[in-house]
């Protein structure tokens, strides 16, 4: 098993900065794929950000590209997000995940994941 704990969510202006980590625990002895989903209250959980488990691929919804940047440290076993620019609209929580098996679809794609953490709030007040 493979736990996910995020941290650093929190409430922001707009404009300003917030960066989220995540830290993975238990059976971490491959390195995986990593990804950011937010949910926002009444919406499905989207997609934010993903890197390849060797972190030369990174890809990003266009909602947050030019804004937010992920990062990764597989000797640390964990994921960053660092977010600027920040809008009322990204208001949500915000999950870590990560998977081990082969992808069957994308990056993107929330069914490529199989380990969620508990989510972190972000809130950005206009």
């Known amino acids: 098993q493979v736990q996910l704990e995020e941290s650093g969510g929190g409430l922001v202006q707009a404009g300003g900065s917030l960066s989220l980590s995540c830290v993975a625990s238990?059976?971490?002895?491959?390195?995986?794929?990593m990804g950011w989903f937010r949910q926002a209250p009444g919406k499905e959980r989207e997609f934010v950000a993903a890197t390849s488990s060797s972190g030369g691929t990174k890809i990003y919804a266009d909602s947050v590209k030019g804004r937010f940047t992920i990062s990764r440290n597989n000797a640390k076993n964990t994921v960053s997000l660092q977010m600027n620019s920040l809008k009322a609209e990204d208001t949500a929580i915000y999950y870590c995940?990560?998977?081990?098996?082969?992808?069957?679809?994308?990056?993107?794609?929330?069914?490529?994941?199989?380990?969620w953490g508990q989510g972190t709030q972000v809130t950005v007040s206009s």
């Open positions: 995940a990560a998977s081990y098996s082969v992808i069957r679809y994308s990056l993107s794609d929330t069914r490529d994941y199989d380990y």
């Open positions: 238990g059976r971490t002895s491959r390195t995986s794929r």
